[in-house]
């Protein structure tokens, strides 16, 4: 098929278009002509598009797809992912695997998200929403310290930690400064352990495969985007996250974020990303092909369920955020440099390069700016 790949600038963006291109003719559509996935050489072509978070892509969509006979469209990035299921059906002809646009806005809100776990019995975390900022001492009542403040809906927005009462104020007025966000955050409790991450392809509300990984690294060290992960075993946080996907009868890829508290043991819910995950890699490197499993879904296939991944196994990124993490915790070099360097899989290719180049200018990009 001639497939679309959206978000080209996006790590994981890169890792699609290399499971697809055997197979596939891929194109990408980035917001600048040096994006990862757009100079690879197994991408057939290179679309400058608008930002997938902005009205206008779909305008761009509406002319790109008859004039590249485009058979598929692959979003990658949680704003794309919103447009499109609201939108599957636009271009005849051109097959869009998504969730309904009803089930997608339950799984980017992150308040109803945690309404459906607990339905269910998975556990989450306290959580409030002020409605002022003369309301903060209220709603913390209900959640206490130390605690994360974050956007209720799926987005750019960082996260915030705040462990005293007397900081909470400014935190939050320096959080909304910062996200440009005239909301005040939700006041979550924080949840501190290893991060969880559980991977599966959905066929009409029937789970395919499943997976999960758990995070070794993250940047920021206190909570972001995992650099380093590996394959994981842990049954409770895969029969979590498909109780999860199967009530909300889902449709696609999505990967069910979790993490087991320190504090109790416990398994908390922190939030569902309805689309391809930023660890996608580690899956491909275990032979979980979810990129294929949507083009064989476009394409009409049913799909069994599809053999379980290879392990154990880890991977980490090394031109992308585990070198800033390696200036922020410099500790850490001895781990970090044996995962380069024989104890991890990368995403590095040498028949590939030119990806690895724009990410290390990027990565380079953002430590000069702090």
Not at 326 to 354: E, K
Request: net charge positive; hydrophobic share 45%; proline share 7%.
């Amino acid at each position: 098929m001639r497939i679309l790949v959206t978000d080209g600038h996006y790590k994981h963006a890169l890792g699609i278009v290399r499971a697809l291109a055997p197979q596939h003719e891929v194109l990408v559509a980035a917001p600048r002509r040096l994006a990862m996935a757009a100079v690879s050489r197994h991408a057939a072509k290179r679309l400058v598009a608008p930002p997938s978070a902005e009205a206008r892509f779909l305008g761009w969509l509406d002319r790109q797809i008859p004039r590249h006979r485009i058979e598929q469209v692959m979003p990658v990035s949680a704003a794309a992912c919103e447009l499109l299921a609201s939108h599957a059906n636009r271009w005849p002809g051109t097959t869009i695997v998504l969730p309904s646009a009803e089930q997608m806005a339950v799984a980017l809100d992150k308040r109803s998200t945690m309404a459906v776990a607990a339905s269910i019995g998975i556990a989450v975390p306290r959580t409030a929403e002020p409605e002022s900022l003369d309301g903060l001492d209220r709603a913390v009542e209900e959640v206490g310290f130390p605690l994360v403040l974050k956007a209720p809906l799926e987005g750019p927005s960082g996260v915030a930690y705040v462990d005293r009462a007397e900081d909470l104020r400014a935190a939050v007025v320096k959080w909304m400064a910062e996200n440009r966000s005239r909301d005040l955050p939700l006041l979550q409790q924080r949840i501190v352990g290893p991060g969880l991450g559980v991977f599966a392809t959905y066929q009409r509300g029937k789970c395919r495969r499943i997976m999960a990984h758990r995070r070794i690294r993250e940047f920021p060290p206190s909570g972001g985007e995992s650099t380093c992960c590996e394959l994981s075993t842990d049954a409770e946080a895969i029969d979590a996250g498909r109780r999860l996907l199967d009530t909300l009868g889902w449709h696609g890829v999505a990967m069910v974020e979790l993490k087991r508290h320190e504090a109790d043991g416990r398994l908390y819910l922190m939030e569902i990303n309805p689309k391809f995950w930023g660890s996608l890699d580690l899956a491909l490197a275990a032979g979980a092909d979810f990129p294929g499993d949507l083009a064989r879904i476009a394409a009409g296939e049913e799909l069994g369920d599809q053999p379980p991944t290879r392990g154990p196994l880890r991977f980490c990124w090394p031109l992308g955020n585990d070198l800033r993490y390696l200036v922020a915790r410099p500790r850490g070099w001895r781990l970090v440099l044996a995962d380069w360097f024989g104890g991890a899989y990368t995403n590095l290719r040498a028949s590939d390069p030119l990806p690895h180049l724009v990410e290390l200018a990027g990565t380079l990009g953002r430590m000069a700016r702090g």
